[in-house]
């Protein structure tokens, strides 16, 4: 099985910088994803990572250590519609069907 | 545009009932899953199919059922409804042929069970 880790819940100023922590254990890692979703809408894809580093777009980037089971979300520039759960999903064995983590809920506040 | 759409946005059965979800996507793709969201238990895979007529378990099946007789068309179906299954359902489809498994996820279907 796979086991996700983020935080629950966390707070931001608008205009500031946040980093959504993901760690996760499993077996024959194929990628991690991370998808956005606003209250009442579907998730919708935002990064995928299968190499270690950093991929970046635009305000938002994806950093992955496979050797740490562990990712981040780092999102700069906050606005206000940023406000939204972030969920980190890992790919694993030979499928390409993620497991999800219960989801990070951001708080963006003037 | 791509899309995934899904039949209802919001339901509400009867304990015992019998419930469909259905699932249409527009993107040829192979693979079509159910999952259930809960709060503070995440996204959980129900079901997921591969391929017309192929289905697979997914972690919490107990209670569901699939079908998929046509590639751009995967149906949820509840049998017996329970109050436990009061939840909002989530349809998303993948393609395997050159991408790495995005998924696209339709606007989901809230289900309450009386």
């Known amino acids: 099985g796979q086991n996700i880790d983020q935080p629950t819940e966390m707070t931001a100023t608008e205009g500031a910088i946040v980093q959504i922590n993901c760690t996760y254990q499993?077996?024959?890692?194929?990628?991690l994803f991370w998808y956005q979703q606003h209250a009442g809408e579907a998730p919708t894809f935002l990064s995928y990572?299968?190499?270690?580093g950093l991929e970046e777009k635009g305000r938002f980037s994806s950093f992955l250590s496979r050797s740490k089971g562990y990712s981040y979300l780092l999102l700069k520039e906050l606005q206000m519609k940023d406000s939204a759960s972030y969920l980190c999903a890992v790919g694993s064995g030979g499928s390409y069907i993620p497991t999800f983590g219960r989801g990070t809920s951001l708080i963006v506040h003037p | 545009d791509v899309k995934v759409t899904q039949s209802s946005r919001y339901l509400v059965k009867r304990t015992g009932e019998k419930v469909f979800l259905e699932c249409v996507q527009d993107m040829d793709h192979e693979n079509m899953f159910w999952y259930r969201q809960d709060p503070g238990l995440g996204l959980r895979l129900i079901y997921f199919s591969y391929d017309v007529k192929m289905k697979e378990k997914g972690d919490i099946p107990e209670g569901y059922s699939v079908s998929r007789e046509k590639k751009e068309r995967f149906s949820l179906i509840l049998e017996s409804a329970s109050t436990n299954q009061t939840s909002m359902y989530l349809c998303?489809?993948?393609?395997?042929?050159?991408?790495?498994?995005?998924?696209?996820f339709g606007e989901g279907s809230r289900l309450t069970v009386l």
């Open positions: 998303a489809s993948s393609s395997t042929s050159g991408s790495f498994g995005e998924l696209f």
């Open positions: 990572n299968v190499l270690d």
């Open positions: 499993t077996s024959g890692f194929n990628g």
